[in-house]
Nanobody, 120 residues
């Protein structure tokens, strides 16, 4: 099993930056993909960014050029550097880990989420 704990959320003014972190524990060697999703009130959860064990990265169009996902394999963590934040980025951000490269994956794990609020 995999456990995920997010941190780094908070309140920031538009144009500011935050860095989210996700620490994974458990059966971490089996993780193929880690990513970040977000969910705003009244909206569906959406993919923000993801990275594979092979180093591929994907970003939502809305965050390209502003957000960067990175991983520290030695510490079993993934980070999301968020720059030039906009009010539309306000959401609960969730860390996600996947086991298996199929769609859907064999297993999918979620953190409890961290709130990001961007004021104008």
């Amino acid at each position: 099993q995999v456990q995920l704990v997010e941190s780094g959320g908070g309140l920031v003014q538009a144009g500011g930056s935050l860095r989210l972190s996700c620490a994974a524990s458990g059966s971490i060697a089996s993780i193929n993909v880690m990513g970040w999703y977000r969910q705003a009130p009244g909206s569906q959860r959406e993919l923000v960014a993801r990275t594979t064990s092979g180093g591929r990265t994907d970003y939502a169009d809305s965050v390209k050029g502003r957000f960067t996902i990175s991983s520290d394999k030695s510490k079993n963590t993934v980070h999301l550097q968020m720059n030039n934040l906009k009010p539309e980025d306000t959401a609960v951000y969730y860390c996600e880990a996947e086991v298996g490269l199929s769609s859907p994956p064999l297993y999918q794990y979620w953190g409890q989420g961290t709130q990001v609020t961007v004021s104008s």
